[in-house]
T-cell receptor, first 114, second 115 residues
Framework: AQKVTQAQTEISVVEKEDVTLDCVYETRDTTYYLFWYKQPPSGELVFLIRRNSFDEQNEISGRYSWNFQKSTSSFNFTITASQVVDSAVYFCALNEEGRRALTFGSGTRLQVQP | GAGVSQTPSNKVTEKGKYVELRCDPI?????LYWYRQSLGQGPEFLIYFQGTGAADDSGLPNDRFFAVRPEGSVSTLKIQRTERGDSAVYLC?????????????FGPGTRLLVL
């Protein structure tokens, strides 16, 4: 069975600080896909990134970066120089090959104070 | 282009009533999903459609919940004899294809409150 754990329930930082959101996953499959979504106060889930299990290269997109480590089953998300607009709930999700349903973690609420 | 849309945005009903929630996916997307999100939790899968057929309904909690997608586009989630425990945000998502690698794009959700 697949499972995603986001141990950090809530994080509060001051603007311009760097922050890392942790995600640990469990799966028995060798082929799987990992996702991060952002859910701002408006409620709509916004897709951020997708990685497959065969690509462990870290990815950077502007102030966002992702660190995928199969050895520790982790897919962590770092925001550099955080901004108030980054305040949201962030979800990590997993999908195994052959399945259709995403399994989400319980989310991390990030508050960026000005 | 337009994203996934859902109506209504909010629905208040009384225990025991019937409700319908509508989802309009991104044009051209063949796969459609329904999830339910309770306060402080991540979304939980309900049902998946590939085209017109429900390919996986394993997440539906009981037989009071039913969903259709008759023409392979718009979908309706139907809840009979609503209970207070059904109160949640119901999210719809669509993807171009239905594979595990396909990115699911979500709508704004319908917030259902059962009194």
């Amino acid at each position: 069975a697949q499972k995603v754990t986001q141990a950090q329930t809530e994080i509060s930082v001051v603007e311009k600080e760097d922050v890392t959101l942790d995600c640990v996953y469990e799966t028995r499959d060798t082929t799987y896909y990992l996702f991060w979504y952002k859910q701002p106060p408006s409620g709509e889930l916004v897709f951020l990134i997708r990685r497959n299990s065969f690509d462990e290269q870290n990815e950077i997109s502007g102030r966002y970066s992702w660190n995928f480590q199969k050895s520790t089953s982790s897919f962590n998300f770092t925001i550099t120089a955080s901004q108030v607009v980054d305040s949201a709930v962030y979800f990590c999700a997993l999908n195994e090959e052959g399945r259709r349903a995403l399994t989400f973690g319980s989310g991390t609420r990030l508050q960026v104070q000005p | 282009g337009a994203g996934v849309s859902q109506t209504p945005s909010n629905k208040v009903t009384e225990k025991g009533k019937y409700v319908e929630l509508r989802c309009d996916p991104i044009s051209g997307h063949t796969a459609l999903y329904w999830y339910r999100q309770s306060l402080g939790q991540g979304p939980e899968f309900l049902i998946y459609f590939q085209g017109t057929g429900a390919a996986d309904d394993s997440g539906l909690p009981n037989d009071r919940f039913f969903a259709v997608r008759p023409e392979g586009s718009v979908s309706t989630l139907k809840i009979q004899r609503t209970e207070r425990g059904d109160s949640a945000v119901y999210l719809c998502a669509s993807s171009l294809l239905g594979g595990a690698s396909s990115t699911q794009y979500f709508g704004p959700g319908t917030r259902l409150l059962v009194l």
